[in-house]
């Protein structure tokens, strides 16, 4: 993730990159050649592509935790699913107890 700013790329080869956040701000590229790459045209805000290539761009879904709170609620989720299942597991373990093992198989 980073974001270049008012920078110059002259006669570049940019190969076999993924990058999330990564943005061009005010860059001025010049025969660059841009190979097995996720830099989308949006990427490059304000930019000046003179002489540039793509060859075989990537697309597709890319998962971003931007928010600070993702993990937080991964977390919070998986604790919910697993606090409403414990009455279950508590009256089964209780019937269990009571009325036997094997009938309780059956």
């Given at each position: 993730?980073?974001?270049?700013?008012?920078?110059?790329?002259?006669n570049?080869?940019?190969?076999?990159?993924?990058?999330?956040?990564?943005?061009?701000?005010?860059?001025?590229?010049?025969?660059?050649?841009?190979?097995?790459?996720?830099?989308?045209?949006?990427?490059?805000?304000?930019?000046?592509?003179?002489?540039?290539?793509?060859?075989?761009?990537?697309?597709?879904?890319?998962?971003?935790?931007?928010?600070?709170?993702?993990?937080?609620?991964?977390?919070?989720?998986?604790?919910?699913?697993?606090l409403?299942?414990l009455p279950?597991?508590?009256?089964?373990?209780?019937?269990?107890?009571?009325?036997?093992?094997?009938?309780?198989?059956?």
């Open positions: 993730s980073v974001t270049f700013e008012d920078s110059l790329f002259k570049c080869v940019f190969e076999d990159i993924t990058s999330l956040n990564t943005y061009f701000r005010n860059c001025t590229f010049v025969n660059t050649t841009f190979y097995n790459t996720d830099l989308e045209q949006y990427k490059f805000v304000d930019s000046e592509l003179i002489n540039c290539t793509f060859f075989h761009i990537r697309t597709g879904c890319q998962i971003s935790f931007d928010d600070d709170y993702s993990a937080y609620w991964i977390y919070f989720v998986n604790f919910l699913g697993t409403a299942v279950g597991n508590i009256v089964s373990a209780l019937l269990m107890d009571r009325i036997g093992r094997l009938t309780m198989l059956g």
